[in-house]
């Protein structure tokens, strides 16, 4: 990516973690494709729990590790959460996970992407978690025609 915009902050509790992630998902327009890194453990799904909040969604999130996708519906935005812990290579769901991403409507979250970083489009948002003695730090990734992504969180 070139003309990065990076962003690093803290979050002490994974509810401080979902309510960053609301206020992306509440600027999310449609056609962002957003990579999550992290250890087991690291706030991923949390992450996306805020983040479908966000976009005004009631649907239970959940990790999708054993079922490698879900769907989230909104009124106007459908989030694909993939999740390719399990997974040495993508096979046939990246030729899905390619179609999904050639939509404008729809938002793409990808866990554990390196199986997939040759599907995923260079402009992205990459959110990376690591573990810190008083919660997590959080460090954002973009584009910067996906800054506004990071703008959100600043809040």
Known sequence: MSSDVIWKTSTGTADDTETLAEKIGHVLRGGEAIELVSDLGGGKTTFVRGLVRGLGSHDKVASPTFTISKIYKTETRTVHHFDFYRLPEPGIIAAELDEVLGSHEDIVVVE??????????????????????????????????LGYLIEAAKG
């Open 112 to 145: 554990w992407p390196e199986v997939v970083s040759d599907v995923l489009p260079a402009d992205r948002l990459t959110v990376t978690f690591e573990q810190a003695e008083n919660g997590r730090i959080i460090t954002f990734k973009s584009s910067n025609k």
